[in-house]
């Protein structure tokens, strides 16, 4: 199937925290646009005409807008790219596109596992999976390097006070001394909290090698292949 191509404006690029900006638009035809949670779309950058592929970070019930989330790095042209939209800039997109969604009919613990702005489908997911009538339990296992990295601390937590089937722990890697949260990779945390990971199913999204890790330590705890879904475009 031909994905769809859609058009919209810019309605903001907020600053969230450290590298990290959420940028919001506005729909053209919001009739003409659905999508689940977990998807992602393309966007088509100014000439040479580059493609910049980024999960959907809104909730699908919001027909007027979507949002993404970029961790922006110095030169790239991703990152260049969003930095210099402005209010009422026009965006063009190919999708919805992907696979990447919750297994809502399972009832097996769902274990949602995040680096950085790999985060973005999550917070949808998890969102929609609950208001939809899940009650799975659900887990978010979240990665940064820095306190200055931390943002959505209270959108996840209003979650978690909305809905006692979900939990979550974020993780610094690179913390300050006066840090007294988790430390540590976000692997390990996965590693020594799940304590019987074959009866559950994990959603991977950030870089590949946290995605490689929690792979290779799945499979020698007898989890299943098809009970892993992953989603990595760095």
Known sequence: MTPQRNTGTVDAVTHLASTFYLARFRMS???AFTFRAGQYVIFQLPPPKLRHTMSIASDPK??????????????????????HLQP?????????????????????????????????PFLPMIADYHESGGGARTMLYWGLRHEEDIFWKDEFNRLAASYPAFSHLLTLSRPGEGWTGARGRVTDYVVEREEKPAESEYYLC?????????RAELATRKVAADRIFTETFF
């Open 29 to 31: 035809d919001p009739e």
């Open 88 to 120: 009422g800039d026009p965006v063009s997109f190919l999708g919805p596109l992907g696979k990447f969604a919750v297994q809502k009919e399972s009832p097996r613990k769902k274990v949602f596992v995040a680096t950085g702005c790999g985060i973005a």
């Open 62 to 83: 919001d027909r007027e807008h979507i949002e993404i989330l970029q961790g922006v790095v110095p030169g790239g042209l991703g990152s260049e790219w969003l930095l």
């Open 206 to 214: 950030g870089n590949k090698m946290m995605i490689a890790d929690i």
